[in-house]
């Protein structure tokens, strides 16, 4: 599991009545049982527990460990790498309290604060003794250089004889890529919470030791369900940043029933932060197209309407920006068809398909591609699909959107089975949206009925596009703009009740972005 990926599940139980602090205390808990069952194996005496512990959720961890090996009868012995006063979790605080809390002391605790290197340097330990040492220094969301005191403390966790037990990561070992930087605790055993990281099971065994995975009951749906916590994923905007910085875009579409499609999707792009905002759509309505915001850069077909004739002229664009948008409001025709099947296939920035591209483009011609983002609702997805339903003979008409268990994991079986046959990004609308990339689900609740008004999916596929432009993933992309497009539906809801249009949805995707930093 990659480290960010554990970080947004850990928030996300928050969003489901599942507290971090619980979480802490299941932590916690298990890695005292893991080291209770080393202890009895590997030692035939009692062995006093040292540990490092960190200003995080890590050391936090280390925290909740000594309470229950203290009631195991074993001697604890606590370095913390910092003043109490700079702890940077809040449950970590929480729970190191608890332990100063006990005075006098009756169980075998002593906790030592180390506020400089040179504090370390005076720690001796007894050669000929035996310790159980818990690396609670660094956790997962910790890569780069080690400071001084983390550096020191890692080389005198090396240095103890005995056992070394890394929690979730060994310090000094990159959570995601496994690479170390500087130096790393050698451990003999990683105690991984709820899912093995990445890093790990790309190191080495003399640095990661034996692997133990301890369940700490998050449910499978803080994975799966689309959460504030996805909201980590999102970056920092450069405060030195410049124009076109942030990310352009290209939308292709627009005809004489559904101009103001491609001007949704463009103002929900805008929303979402993107710089500049191109739009190539019929002659006939560029002017109406123009006349809807002074921030689009508007380009007319070379006949009355979008033609093979455009796609010289379109491709050109497309080095200009950083993410395409086909479809909104486009139509369907031939000569459309013959330019949307040569756009998919030549052009190589990250591109969204959405509307009337999907029933247009040949899905042969974008599935090897992972940097595509397609987003139907049910009729769409069926049309876009059609030759995967049918070798599979998948019946998709039995599901509603109100399921029990065993219709939803059916449902996602029977889509996940159809989606194999592109590389790319699924978004399958709906009153809960459906987001798929190869064995990759996730599912977003967010949104109401106001929003079956035209133009949401138009909204939609302009933060997609929007934030590939800004440089996320396919994957990232998709599931942050079925999340931002649910809120900013619920939002509009709450101030408008359910008389609202598209494009006072855009408006409020920028008041639930606002609000969030």
Request: proline content about 2%; hydrophobic content about 40%.
């Amino acid at each position: 599991m990659d480290p960010i990926d554990m970080m947004v599940t850990d928030y996300n139980c928050e969003y489901l009545g599942l507290s971090r602090l619980c979480l802490m205390e299941n932590a916690g808990k298990s890695l005292s049982d893991e080291v209770a069952t080393l202890s009895t194996f590997k030692f035939s005496r009692p062995v006093k527990i040292v540990i490092f512990a960190g200003s995080g959720g890590n050391g936090g961890d280390g925290f909740v460990a000594a309470r229950h090996l203290l009631n195991r009868g074993f001697e604890v012995q606590i370095y913390v790498l910092n003043s109490i006063e700079k702890i940077k979790s809040v449950d970590a605080l929480v729970n190191l309290e608890i332990l100063m809390n006990l005075k006098p002391r009756v169980s075998r605790l002593n906790i030592d604060f180390i506020n400089d290197s040179s504090e370390l340097d005076k720690l001796k330990f007894n050669e000929m003794d035996d310790f159980i040492v818990l690396d609670c220094l660094l956790g997962t969301g910790i890569k780069g250089k080690l400071r001084p005191k983390v550096r020191k403390a890692v080389e005198i966790i090396n240095e103890i004889s005995g056992l070394t037990i890394s929690v979730d990561v060994p310090s000094g070992l990159d959570p995601l890529t496994g690479l170390v930087e500087d130096i790393v605790v050698n451990a003999d055993y990683t105690v991984s919470f709820h899912k093995v990281k990445t890093g790990i099971k790309k190191s080495k065994e003399d640095i990661v030791g034996g692997i133990i995975t301890c369940d700490i009951g998050i449910p499978i749906e803080a994975e799966l369900f689309v959460e504030g916590g996805d909201l980590l994923r999102l970056k920092n905007r450069n405060s030195n940043s410049h124009k076109g910085q942030n990310g352009s875009i290209l939308v292709v579409g627009g005809s004489n029933d559904y101009y103001g499609a491609p001007a949704i999707a463009s103002k929900a792009a805008i929303s979402m932060g993107v710089d500049l905002t191109y739009i190539y759509t019929s002659k006939k309505q560029s002017n109406a197209i123009k006349s809807l915001s002074e921030d689009f850069i508007v380009f007319d077909s070379e006949n009355e309407e979008l033609s093979l004739a455009d796609s010289q002229k379109i491709l050109e664009l497309t080095e200009k920006v950083d993410a395409v948008l086909l479809g909104p409001g486009a139509g369907q025709n031939d000569e459309l068809s013959k330019l949307f099947n040569v756009l998919a296939m030549k052009i190589k920035k990250p591109l969204v398909l959405d509307a009337d591209a999907l029933k247009l483009v040949d899905l042969s011609l974008i599935a090897k591609r992972d940097d595509v983002v397609i987003t139907p609702h049910m009729s769409e997805f069926k049309s876009f699909f059609n030759k995967s339903i049918n070798e599979k003979s998948v019946n998709l008409d039995k599901y509603y959107d109100d399921l029990d268990f065993k219709d939803i994991n059916n449902k996602i079986n029977d889509l996940q089975q159809i989606i194999q046959s592109i590389n790319g990004v699924v978004v399958l609308k709906g009153k809960f949206d459906y987001i798929f990339q190869s064995n990759k689900v996730k599912i977003n609740r967010y949104g109401n009925s106001g929003m079956t008004c035209g133009g949401s999916g138009d909204s939609l596929a302009g933060i997609v596009v929007s934030l590939l432009a800004q440089g996320y993933t396919s994957f990232d992309s998709a599931i942050l703009a079925t999340f931002i497009n649910g809120n900013a539906g619920d939002l509009a809801t709450e101030d408008l009740g359910y008389g609202f249009g598209a494009e006072d949805l855009t408006k409020y995707i920028a008041v639930f972005m606002r609000d969030i930093e």
